[in-house]
């Protein structure tokens, strides 16, 4: 497997052992009848038992909307996230227990994302106070997507408070509106929780990520990051491949990148169409990126802000902007100026 390689809805290389174990597990213990959940995914019970049994994003998407289905009430994203982490990855998982301290945690975890949650992209944003986590959609995730913010996000949190061995300050902001079951993001995310934001996030302040770790040990993590970097692995979803393209050259068109990524152009739209997407909107997603990354300094002039995206033109640049977010530039340094 090419370490620089992206991976595409069919690709199988997703452990089973890791998160789709653990979703049947979860559901069977509720109930669930396994034939019945597993039923039109390709995945087969008898095979679970092999440690090398892959399963393609598609076939995990599958299941997770099988198991929404299947599953009453909307605790199941909130419990598959509490047990998740850290025991079920490995060598990740070893690096994880004996890491310095938090952000070094957080590294490890961007590090290795397509091991740990291969569906979801993340991108680490720095500011004067903050260590930022957003999350975007990798690979076509549509109506699951939701619940795999809601899964990873409770790992996250249940992992970084299980490591440290004490409360961590952390603030969670989210696209969509706030849920009926609010209660099940703050039994298990706590209070710091905004809705209707810009972005999908998790921020924590940077005094919270330098103290010392309990079970820190340099030769036991050092090692578990020798035996991690022995493997060959994925690094990039089919859309947030894309999106690096355009972001290393955003005069390319889509011909441009499909001849990048060594296909034609007819079979890089067929991509596009199975995983849900256009390439007008993946060029708009990393617009929208390079806005929020530089979102924390609000005060920023219109003129400056389409300079640094590479308009020549501050009309042009916010009707774009208006695509981009729903939002003038003015409305949204307005609705999103406290975070």
């Known amino acids: 497997m090419n370490l620089h390689a992206y991976f595409t809805l069919e690709d199988k290389f997703i452990q089973a052992q890791q998160l789709a174990a653990s979703l049947i597990e979860l559901a069977a213990s509720r109930g669930v009848n396994k034939d019945k959940l597993l039923r039109g995914t390709g995945i087969f019970y008898e095979d679970l038992s092999s440690d090398t049994l892959l399963i393609s994003a598609d076939q995990l998407l599958k299941l997770i909307s099988k198991t929404r289905q299947l599953m009453a009430g909307n605790a199941t994203s909130f419990l598959l996230g509490q047990r998740l982490f850290p025991s079920n990855y490995g060598a990740i998982s070893e690096a994880l227990f004996y890491a310095k301290n938090l952000l070094?945690?957080?590294?490890?975890?961007?590090?290795?994302r397509c091991e740990i949650a291969p569906l979801l992209c993340t991108n680490l944003v720095w500011t004067k106070h903050e260590c930022i986590i957003q999350f975007k959609d990798a690979i076509g995730c549509d109506e699951n997507f939701q619940f795999l913010?809601?899964?990873?996000?409770?790992?996250?949190?249940?992992?970084?408070?299980?490591?440290?061995?004490?409360?961590?300050?952390?603030?969670?902001?989210?696209?969509?509106?706030?849920?009926?079951?609010?209660?099940?993001?703050?039994?298990?995310?706590?209070?710091?929780?905004?809705?209707?934001?810009?972005?999908?996030?998790?921020?924590?302040?940077?005094?919270?990520?330098?103290?010392?770790?309990?079970n820190y040990s340099q030769v036991k993590r050092d090692h578990a990051l020798h035996k991690l970097a022995q493997q060959s692995r994925y690094q990039f979803g089919f859309r947030e491949r894309v999106i690096q393209l355009i972001a290393n050259n955003s005069q390319l068109n889509q011909a441009d990148i499909a001849e990048q990524l060594g296909i034609s152009n007819a079979t890089f739209k067929r991509r596009l169409k199975q995983h849900g997407t256009r390439f007008l909107a993946l060029q708009d997603e990393y617009h929208r990126q390079r806005v929020l990354s530089i979102h924390c300094d609000i005060q920023r002039s219109n003129e400056d802000l389409a300079s640094r995206l590479g308009f020549n033109d501050v009309a042009n640049f916010r009707r774009a902007f208006k695509r981009w977010f729903g939002l003038t530039p003015s409305q949204f340094k307005q609705k999103f100026r406290h975070g």
Not at 104 to 112: F, G, K, Q, R
Not at 184 to 200: A, D, P
């Open 104 to 112: 070094d945690c957080i590294h490890i975890l961007n590090s290795y």
């Open 149 to 214: 913010l809601e899964l990873y996000c409770t790992a996250i949190h249940s992992s970084l408070r299980y490591l440290s061995n004490r409360r961590v300050n952390v603030a969670y902001d989210f696209e969509f509106s706030q849920p009926r079951y609010i209660q099940e993001y703050e039994e298990n995310l706590g209070f710091k929780i905004n809705f209707n934001r810009s972005t999908n996030q998790i921020r924590l302040a940077r005094q919270e990520l330098v103290a010392l770790l309990p």
